[in-house]
């Protein structure tokens, strides 16, 4: 009975300890979600700002409770940092002055008043920056780290914290850069290289570099084959792999990467995905493709339905960016315009006049529009007594004429008129021939004269028996 009442009581404390810890759980939770977040605003325009691995450069950012940032600055040695390059954000209050870029001497013109200017360059291996401004170095690198001071002012001094081994330093000797270079030199890095170096200007002005010398590897690239073309370095840190893709083919991705300070790739393996344009589709019912080839290169010919006329380009080609060369033509109706009307003329038919009256004001005629004329009385119908709208916009004839005209009188009995023709000009004249055993009368008789009206002058003259003579 007493162990069971000593149980009990374990009991009862262990459950009110449990409730206690989930209390202080749910308080610790509510408190966190209480902290507020920290803004970073009017950031300098050089600084580049990390955040969980990802690098942004904006003027404004804001983050949680207990989170970080890392900055440097744009041009890492061109500019020196101010300021701490790690911030946290401490229930919305940054941990410490937010920092800024200051120029330094090749920016400022070589003047004694401003920090050094540092670069580096790696003729043999590889070297990359990490978000803090660390550069990291790959073992068996050559490194310099150029201090670029004016040699007319002094000597500038080079200092570093690794206690490894001891560096060249001194000034450059190619005559193009040995007036402004003063050169730390690291031979096959170690492990052990890894420090800061700083370098000091006769007023005591620093800027420093901080190097890690790290053996880092990115994954190998795998899988890459056609169509994508690829050139890749390696995958040791700093080196990079560069991408392309034939003709035909577009990139989607990035064209280039690097092996990063963290193993990772600064971004995915693209991909080539195949040129296609749009496919053609007229809306207007009067456009014919005639061919389509919507791949990159091809082509799209069009045409028009009989009666009407391109406007545009007959023959497009799909580009390099996925578009066209130019827009789809369109499709117009060819019309003729409306011919004059003979002087002394008229068209024939009832319909087409009609119609030809109602369109006279937009003087247009469709192709294959058909116009008859025809003259007056006492008028001759030179050229054409039709014409038709052709395909090319005008018509197969030029109007006809009315010309005045005496008809043919027809031949008296037992005679024939000379000469004999369909019409007669005025001023034209007739005779009349008898046939044997007929006369024409014995006194004088004018011949009939074509007149201006189109009308003869008389009759031709009768032809007389002899016995009626």
């Not at 270079?181 to 002005?205: E, F, H, M, N, W």
């Not at 073309?229 to 990035?254: H, M, N, Q, V, W």
């Not at 709208?389 to 004839?397: K, P």
Request: charged residues 20%.
């Amino acid at each position: 009975m007493l162990l069971y009442g000593l149980w009990f009581v374990l009991q009862l404390l262990t459950d009110a300890g449990f409730c206690n810890a989930k209390q202080q759980g749910r308080e610790s939770h509510t408190a966190a979600l209480l902290q507020e977040e920290c803004k970073l605003e009017g950031l300098h325009p050089l600084l580049i700002v990390t955040y969980k691995n990802i690098t942004i450069s904006v003027d404004k950012i804001s983050v949680p409770h207990s989170e970080k940032l890392t900055v440097r600055c744009r041009d890492l040695g061109k500019y020196k940092l101010v300021g701490e390059p790690i911030m946290q954000c401490r229930n919305g209050v940054w941990n410490g002055q937010v920092p800024s870029c200051i120029p330094t001497t090749a920016l400022a013109n070589y003047t004694e008043d401003v920090p050094p200017t540092i670069l580096f360059g790696v003729p043999a291996g590889s070297a990359a920056f990490e978000p803090t401004g660390t550069l990291a170095v790959f073992p068996g690198s050559i490194l310099h780290l150029e201090c670029l001071f004016a040699r007319r002012l002094g000597n500038p001094e080079w200092t570093w914290t690794s206690t490894y081994r001891q560096y060249l330093t001194g000034w450059a000797i190619a005559a193009f850069e040995r007036d402004w270079k003063y050169r730390l030199s690291i031979y096959y890095a170690k492990t052990q290289d890894s420090g800061v170096y700083t370098c000091t200007t006769p007023r005591g002005l620093t800027n420093s570099i901080k190097i890690r010398v790290a053996d880092v590897h990115c994954p190998t690239l795998r899988s890459i084959g056609p169509p994508l073309i690829s050139k890749i370095e390696g995958p040791r840190l700093g080196e990079s792999a560069s991408f392309d893709c034939p003709s035909g083919y577009r990139l989607e991705g990035t064209a280039a990467m690097t092996c990063q300070y963290n193993g990772k790739w600064s971004a995915d393996v693209p991909h080539c995905e195949a040129i296609v344009c749009p496919a053609v589709q007229p809306s207007n019912p009067n456009l014919q493709v005639l061919e389509h080839n919507n791949s990159y290169a091809g082509k799209a010919i069009f045409t028009c339905m009989w009666g009407h006329k391109l406007s545009g380009p007959q023959v497009i080609k799909c580009q390099r960016d996925g578009t066209w060369s130019g827009p789809l033509p369109t499709c117009k109706e060819i019309t003729c315009p409306t011919p004059s009307v003979p002087k002394n003329g008229r068209i024939v038919d009832h319909e087409q006049q009609q119609r030809y009256q109602q369109t006279s004001k937009r003087r247009i005629q469709r192709v294959g529009s058909l116009l008859r004329f025809s003259c007056l009385p006492g008028h001759q119908l030179v050229g054409q007594a039709s014409i038709i709208c052709t395909e090319n916009g005008t018509w197969s004839h030029q109007s006809p004429i009315c010309e005045v005209r005496c008809p043919y009188p027809g031949d008296p009995p037992h005679g024939r008129i000379a000469p004999l023709k369909f019409w007669y000009k005025t001023g034209d004249t007739i005779q009349v021939t008898c046939s044997p055993g007929y006369v024409t009368p014995l006194e004088p008789v004018r011949k009939p004269t074509c007149r201006e009206n189109g009308i003869w002058s008389g009759p031709p003259p009768p032809c007389r028996s002899y016995r009626d003579v």
